[in-house]
């Protein structure tokens, strides 16, 4: 499969900007005194504003890769650039968001949201101004006093959303946060999504290994392989947004995708 798309323009017709690039990666674990080979020659870059997602079946290393631009765990060799400087730590500028929503559980939906705004040397005004804002972003702001517990995992998500997106980070890196909901929800994650990225037009790296959601979110799709990872493909998605989950061109290409996921 080697479908030949056209680019498309990113959110509020942004002028496109490297942000991101990732420059002969690879990544082997040591394993009981052995060599475990996870992820092999990775090479892609991220223009501002664009949002990639990256599919494949388990255990490709779609979450390594990840890690690895998030600075949690170091390559092997290779290299991992956010404008032109080099990563090497975690650091605000790049958010992450897994499966597990990580909220605090003592902490109200508005506290929790507030949290990383702390230490930042914004006054009380202005920081009430922000948190109020994205509230209103996620459509919580009549649960800003509810816990963590009191909330549907839809819910969850939506205050993670807000608690990472208030940092204004470059890159917003995001790990499957959608693979627990059901199938409702995850659709209205998935158009939430979308409209936040038009709204504030961060740059997202989101992995998954659903190719209807894949072709539903994405300016590109980078399609790994694995045993070790690799990317097999880059491939462009031109439909036209929004994208129709029923639509006949939509439904052609995910098919496309689904096959190329059983090579």
Not at 82 to 104: H, M, N, W, Y
Not at 105 to 122: D, H, K, S, Y
Not at 173 to 201: H, I, T, V
């Amino acid at each position: 499969m080697k479908p030949h798309l056209r680019a498309v323009a990113l959110p509020g017709g942004k002028t496109k900007k490297k942000i991101l690039d990732i420059e002969h990666l690879h990544k082997t674990f040591h394993i009981n005194g052995g060599f475990l080979p996870v992820l092999e020659e990775i090479n892609f870059r991220a223009e501002g504003g664009e949002l990639i997602c990256i599919l494949g079946r388990s255990g490709c290393g779609k979450s390594t890769l990840l890690k690895i631009v998030a600075g949690f765990i170091s390559p092997s060799s290779g290299k991992v650039l956010l404008k032109g400087k080099s990563v090497k730590t975690p650091g605000p500028d790049r958010c992450v968001i897994f499966q597990e929503d990580a909220l605090f559980p003592w902490l109200t939906v508005e506290e929790n949201i507030a949290f990383g705004l702390r230490g930042l040397g914004q006054d009380k005004e202005s920081k009430a101004t922000e948190v109020e804002r994205f509230l209103g972003l996620v459509g919580l702001r009549e649960f800003r006093d509810y816990l963590p517990r009191e909330l549907s995992g839809g819910m969850k998500q939506r205050v993670a959303l807000a608690r990472v997106l208030i940092l204004k980070p470059e890159v917003l890196l995001m790990d499957e946060p959608f693979a627990s909901l059901d199938a409702q929800s995850r659709e209205e994650m998935q158009n939430l999504l979308l409209s936040l990225w038009k709204e504030l037009g961060h740059t997202i790296l989101f992995v998954t290994h659903d190719v209807n959601e894949a072709v539903i979110l994405a300016d590109k799709i980078l399609f790994m392989d694995k045993n070790p990872g690799r990317i097999r493909e880059e491939i462009r998605v031109d439909l036209p947004r929004p994208r129709s989950r029923d639509g006949a061109v939509f439904l052609g290409f995910c098919r496309k995708l689904h096959e190329a996921l059983r090579d």
